[in-house]
């Protein structure tokens, strides 16, 4: 019994033959043998060999690697994200190579230069809060490798993108609030420079709309973060017209806001309703358990990876896809009486 990495070296050994007729007998070439093809075969099975993938992608030119840029590992959105791309890469018989930005422009760029230096063949990017310049993604395609945006996309780079639908679930979100009838209606945002900032603000602003109520400007607050909440939170709850309801941008934002909420002396839901966006594990270890939109973090790296591997493999050239996963609402007691 052979032991370690078994390499045809070892089969050409075990046998008394060259490696280039064992390399011929694996690929069933009409010169071998059949006698020989199977006395290799059997042995190859018998010891579990396997085909260097280095030397593979060395003589194919092919690496069978895609890289992935996400904002934050810990992030229980991305990590679902990253099990979706994984699942399917693996079944693909390719492999990832996980970047983290860190929410930062400059080691977005690194990293960009970092999976280009390790000769990915594509790369699955979300976009980090701080990128404003986009020319290392122009760099990306002038190297000719593929890139497929998800989640936060880039609209200035026309690639292929999988996207939920956030007009529609922070549409819903809202819609929501009010039904449960809340009013006086504050929507925790992100910065309008990233696309689910703009679309879930525009959900928001549309609900509102089609019930009748016309929200203040200052119903409108930059809080993405937990930092922020803590900033911002306090001085909304002590002011002459309380609000009602809180839709929040993400789930770590409405859990805050809802500690804070709580730590005033106010209720959840009875005083003030919150819903979030994500529906991640959080969602649930609040209390009460956090209403959400639901992202689909797993479909969303699913889809995205499909994508590239299509873009990879197959010979034609054709327009970027961009592929929408609808959202729904998961109603908790945060929102509900």
Request: proline share 5%.
């Amino acid at each position: 019994m052979h032991k370690g990495q078994v390499t045809i070296k070892d089969i050409a050994k075990a046998l008394g033959i060259s490696p280039s007729t064992v390399s011929r007998a694996l690929k069933d070439h009409p010169d071998i043998s059949p006698a020989t093809k199977k006395a290799v075969n059997e042995l190859a099975e018998k010891w579990h060999y396997q085909p260097d993938p280095i030397a593979l992608s060395l003589k194919s030119r092919k690496s069978k690697i895609i890289g992935v840029i996400i904002p934050e590992v810990v992030h229980y959105f991305f990590s679902t994200v990253i099990s979706g791309i994984g699942d399917v890469a693996y079944n693909s018989n390719y492999q990832v190579m996980i970047c983290e930005s860190n929410e930062t422009y400059e080691r977005e760029v690194k990293n960009v230069h970092a999976l280009l230096s390790s000769r990915v063949e594509g790369i699955l990017v979300s976009v980090s809060k701080e990128t404003r310049n986009f020319d290392h993604f122009r760099e990306i395609q002038q190297h000719d490798v593929p890139i497929v945006f998800f989640d936060r996309i880039c609209e200035e780079i026309i690639s292929d993108r999988v996207v939920v639908d956030d007009e529609q679930g922070a549409f819903l979100a809202t819609e929501h609030l009010i039904n449960v009838g809340c009013r006086r209606i504050i929507h925790l945002a992100a910065s309008d420079h990233l696309l689910i900032g703009k679309d879930r603000k525009a959900g928001y602003l549309r609900a509102m709309k089609t019930y009748n109520l016309n929200p203040d400007p200052d119903w409108i607050i930059k809080c993405d973060t937990m930092e922020e909440a803590r900033k911002v939170i306090p001085g909304l709850l002590g002011g002459l017209s309380k609000p009602d309801g809180f839709f929040a941008v993400n789930d770590l934002t409405a859990a805050e806001a809802m500690k804070i909420v709580k730590e005033s002396g106010c209720r959840v839901p009875q005083d003030i309703a919150i819903v979030g966006f994500t529906n991640g594990q959080i969602a649930n270890l609040t209390d009460p358990p956090l209403s959400a939109v639901e992202q689909h973090g797993y479909e969303m790296g699913k889809e995205a990876v499909r994508l590239m591997i299509d873009r990879l493999e197959k010979t034609d050239n054709y327009p970027p896809i961009t592929r929408v996963i609808n959202t729904r609402l998961i109603i908790k007691n945060s929102s509900l009486h």
